[in-house]
């Protein structure tokens, strides 16, 4: 792992052991701060999301921004026939967001290896029936 935090050991499997061991941590139980992560969890899947949410911003604003500050580029270059700023708008934004979004997946399930995170569990409820993950219960 290139990436490694102190304090934080690889095991034979791959994932990252933190100091006491990987399940000393209840993810679920844990207070959730933007600015200030509880667990060493929480702050790499920050950075996942911040990291992506400033690509997702120059996706969105960057036509706009390059249109506003080089008007002749942007309408004097053509892209298949488009106008350089209408097509990195119609094409660029709706593509980069669904390269964003596999993207995103893909890192996520990186790191619920790495930390362990099964989302194959079913909890049971109040009645005794398996319930789904937004808190309802499956038939």
């Known amino acids: 792992m290139d990436d490694e935090k102190p304090g934080e050991?690889?095991?034979?499997?791959?994932?990252?052991?933190?100091?006491?061991?990987?399940?000393?941590?209840?993810?679920?139980?844990?207070?959730?701060?933007?600015?200030?992560p509880a667990t060493p969890f929480m702050r790499d899947h920050l950075k996942v999301i911040w990291g992506l949410f400033a690509v997702w911003v120059v996706f969105t604003f960057g036509p706009v921004t390059a249109t506003?500050?080089?008007?002749?580029?942007?309408?004097?270059?053509?892209?298949?026939?488009?106008?350089?700023?209408?097509?990195?708008?119609?094409?660029?934004?709706?593509?980069?967001?669904?390269?964003?979004s596999a993207l995103y997946a893909w890192r996520r399930d990186v790191l619920d290896t790495r930390y362990g995170v099964d989302h194959s569990t079913d909890v049971k409820g109040d009645t005794g029936q398996t319930v789904a993950a937004d808190g309802g219960e499956q038939a």
Do not use: C, W
Request: hydrophobic share 40%.
């Open 68 to 100: 506003a500050v080089a008007p002749e580029v942007m309408t004097n270059t053509y892209v298949l026939g488009f106008q350089l700023h209408y097509f990195l708008t119609a094409l660029g934004s709706p593509i980069g967001a669904l390269l964003l």
């Open 9 to 36: 050991q690889p095991t034979e499997s791959g994932r990252i052991e933190t100091d006491g061991g990987p399940n000393e941590v209840d993810y679920l139980d844990e207070k959730i701060h933007m600015f200030k």
